[in-house]
């Protein structure tokens, strides 16, 4: 596969690939230009997005269309007095003009703040209040409709509005309407060609443990991070599909469904889909031949338990999965029923992929991976000593040396919090791991999950990964729960797999079964049978939600 942004395509091993590798980035560089535009000029009919739904509707788009509709859409932008640092807030799910809008604000230098449409109106006053936002564009669903609605009141200054599909009421307008009657050439005195690595491209809102979400911003020499992302680590083909399970509104859609992939020359396949069914998505795969394919480990969770073997998976040449640790037993289940191995990685919306499992690497199902390129990995012990081989610590990114593609300029208008989380050439992620003597990575959990138990440190993954080689278990989530004695113990919260009924007999046999499978002390004292766990829109399954339930003195429904 030919990557004009790479120096060398191919190496030999890890060694290799980070002492030889470079991304060849310009003086000034902005997506729209250097990279749509560029491609549609040379290949206007490559494939740049194959879309469908649950309808039965399709689309498929070439680099020449989305060129055209984000011009296009760059000029509605303009007409509503969007300007260079203007925010505007995309809550698009997975509806295609989310693609048409992104590239158009990138084309006047606007700033781009993907967002989730089960944002509440609170969320929403928080966001608007925060990045000034001056224009909302949103998919056209009544909750988040109303949240919107609800929001304008408590804002000095409410956002324009937008709707895509439909609008016409209560001040919504017709992004679709707009676009279609808007020009296809934008005037060059509002086009942004020149953009360095100061000039703010993307806001991310990222839920932290206290306090309310901060903004990470992104530069737009963001995308050339992800041609690592893309290459190396999803191994997209030249003239193939990607699909990347993720909506629109997390860090995630950058990574798999834009920027690395459309570089390295494959088109992005896009299900947007009202409720995951995993009959429904591996059909869709089947059907319009996805070569490339990543997923939180969840949607793995869902597919083993499924007919595997029914589907073709003749075209698929790579499979990938990022969001939480993937447990070992789904590793195997999938790769005996389809021959495909699952490579890992770990990264946030601050980072692009900060260690992943590469193609010249044998996966080690459980395992992030080794570090990425210029991704100068170390763990940190409380005191701030470098951890030796096995020894956990928090795991941080030194930028003394070099400061990767794809990392995040900082937070937002708050230089107190990025000073807290980066400083003296120092990013602290605050995710716990350790190093094997192999240079890959284990992933322990976030620095406040980590379970502290009568003098015992368990990280809930692996609780989690030995319930779930037991065959009743099919998701499940550890936790701490508060005791008097011991401090905290371990709490499982489990999803059981068709064809069992929750029972005290059932209660011992999964403690049983993980005293065995590791160590003693670790086995949970508190399990607990739910019909769902609460989860993200992107699959990962929000601890956060249980703990707080646990603390108000509640459960999840049963």
């Known amino acids: 596969m030919s990557c004009r942004w790479l120096n060398r395509e191919t190496f030999t091993s890890h060694e290799d690939f980070l002492q030889n590798c470079k991304i060849l980035a310009p003086e000034t560089f902005n997506f729209a230009f250097d990279v749509v535009d560029t491609i549609a000029a040379e290949d206007p009919n490559r494939r740049a997005l194959v879309w469908c739904n649950d309808a039965g509707e399709e689309h498929i788009f070439t680099m020449a269309d989305v060129s055209r509709e984000s011009r296009r859409a760059a000029n509605v932008f303009l007409s509503l007095g969007i300007r260079r640092g203007d925010t505007v807030m995309l809550i698009l799910r997975r509806r295609y003009e989310y693609w048409f809008a992104l590239v158009g604000l990138a084309r006047i230098g606007a700033i781009a703040i993907p967002a989730t449409n089960l944002l509440m109106k609170k969320d929403i006053v928080y966001r608007v209040k925060a990045a000034s936002v001056k224009m909302i564009l949103c998919i056209n669903e009544p909750s988040i409709r109303k949240a919107v609605e609800e929001a304008e009141a408590e804002v000095a200054t409410p956002p324009i509005k937008a709707l895509a599909p439909g609008g016409g009421e209560n001040g919504w307008l017709d992004f679709d309407a707009l676009r279609a009657a808007a020009s296809d050439t934008v005037d060059p005195a509002y086009e942004f060609r020149v953009a360095t690595r100061d000039d703010i491209m993307l806001l991310y809102f990222t839920s932290g443990t206290t306090g309310q979400p901060k903004m990470v911003a992104h530069n737009f020499y963001y995308p050339l991070g992800h041609i690592v992302t893309a290459k190396f680590w999803q191994c997209v ?67 083993i338990k499924e007919d595997l073997k029914a589907y073709d998976f003749s075209k698929i040449v790579h499979c990938g999965t990022a969001g939480e640790p993937l447990n070992p037993e789904v590793f195997q289940q999938f790769y005996e029923a389809t021959g495909l191995k699952l490579h890992e990685s770990f990264g946030q919306t601050e980072l692009t992929v900060t260690a992943g499992t590469f193609p010249w690497m044998e996966p080690k199902p459980g395992s992030m991976g080794k570090a990425s390129l210029d991704y100068d990995l170390d763990l940190l012990d409380p005191d701030g000593r470098s951890c030796e081989v096995g020894e956990e610590g928090q795991l941080v990114v030194r930028t003394n040396r070099v400061k990767p593609y794809g990392m995040f300029v900082g937070y937002h208008l708050d230089p107190e919090l990025t000073r807290k989380m980066w400083h003296d050439d120092v990013y602290y992620t605050g995710d716990l791991a350790w190093r094997d003597e192999q240079g890959y990575f284990w992933y322990v959990g976030r620095a406040d999950d980590v379970i502290k138990s009568s003098g015992y440190r368990i990280g809930p993954f692996e609780v989690e990964s030995a319930l779930m080689e037991h065959p009743a278990v099919l998701e499940c989530a550890i936790t701490a729960a508060p005791d008097p004695v011991r401090g905290q113990i371990v709490k499982a919260t489990v999803v059981l797999a068709k064809g069992y009924t929750p029972s005290d007999e059932l209660v ?28 993200t829109a992107s699959g990962k399954i929000r601890h956060a939600v249980i703990r707080q339930r646990d603390a108000q003195g509640g459960n999840l429904p049963g």
């Open 237 to 303: 083909v030249e003239g193939g599909l990607h699909l990347t399970v993720a909506e629109t509104g997390w860090g995630k859609a950058a990574w798999g469904k834009i920027y690395g992939q459309w570089m390295c020359g494959t088109a992005v396949m896009v299900y947007d889909m009202d409720r995951f069914h995993a009959k429904n998505l591996l059909e869709v795969m089947q059907k319009y031949g996805v070569t490339t394919f990543c997923a939180p480990p969840t949607i793995y969770r869902y597919f």
């Open 508 to 535: 011992k046999e999964l403690q049983n079964h993980v005293k065995h499978v590791t160590a003693p002390y670790k086995y949970p004292r508190i399990v607990v049978f739910v019909d769902e766990l609460p989860k």
